[in-house]
């Protein structure tokens, strides 16, 4: 995304924190943390379609399931990509992550994970990986949320070669061998509130091992504009460090999505 067009959005944002701040002020409206426990389902989506000299059309869209009790914690979530230039598809991905966590200690928790998913632009026709771990809830409280994890993973993916044409089209897709692997996964989860309208939220996840190390980014900024539906402007990184050749390494993915959270 150009920086002129991300510093516009980034405008947007702001101006609607704004205005949102002020009635919030007028109102003398109070901070709203929700109860602990329960159950919290978001979706959000964004699209873009521009049409004349090139044809454009961008469609993006992720939901989340998350169940809290005393004893456990199921986090599910699922994501869409897809663009298209002219004729030719530019973007398509799709992914999955599920997670349960057994509360064993203040703070602690031991933790099962499985992440599944297929980028047709990636290098890899698919990539999976199942783990396990413990993990430790670091901050929690009415501004700040950290916590991180870690352990040990089984990884199994498929490299694929995209052969293209001279318009930048794929035209051939060589898949290789299915290939596993023992790997290590890590994840730290961050959020933080600036004020009862703005937050930030940051998550970075990595599974490395000797196929191939993964690692993700996604970094937002969301804008409260009623009690259910937000603004969220963001960043998203994903870095694979062997992909096949003629494939890049890094991906990356500017997003201003409607969001929709329904709370306990």
């Known amino acids: ?70 004893a456990n914690t199921d986090d599910f979530e699922l994501e869409w990509l897809y663009s298209k230039s002219g004729d030719i598809v530019t973007a398509e991905r799709w992914a999955t992550n599920l997670q349960h966590n057994w509360n064993i200690a203040s703070g602690f928790y031991i933790y099962a994970s499985l992440h599944y998913e297929d980028d047709l632009f990636s290098g890899f026709a698919y990539q999976g990986d199942v783990s396990t771990g413990v993990g430790y809830t670091i901050l929690d409280n009415a501004k700040t949320k950290l916590s991180v994890q870690i352990g040990p993973a089984y990884q199994r993916l498929r490299p694929e070669q995209l052969k293209k044409n001279a318009s930048d089209e794929v035209i051939e897709r060589i898949q290789g061998p299915d290939e596993d692997s023992i790997a290590a996964e890590a994840k730290a989860k961050f959020e933080y509130d600036f004020n009862d309208i703005t937050k930030l939220t940051d998550t970075l996840s990595t599974v490395a091992s000797s196929l191939n190390t993964y690692v993700e980014n996604s970094l937002a900024l969301q804008v409260k504009m009623s009690n259910t539906l937000s603004l969220s402007l963001g960043y998203a990184v994903r870095y694979n460090s062997s992909p096949p050749a003629d494939t890049l390494r890094t991906d990356t993915q500017t997003t201003l999505n409607v969001v929709y959270t329904k709370k306990p």
């Open 1 to 70: 995304m150009h920086p002129r067009t991300l510093g516009a959005l980034l405008g947007m944002l702001l101006a609607c924190n704004s205005a949102k701040r002020a009635h919030a002020d007028d109102s003398g409206s109070s901070s709203d943390n929700g109860p602990k426990f329960g159950t919290t389902i978001t979706g959000q989506a964004g699209a873009l379609a521009a049409r004349g000299n090139t044809d454009t059309t961008a469609i993006n869209a992720k939901a989340e399931y998350l169940h809290n009790t005393h």
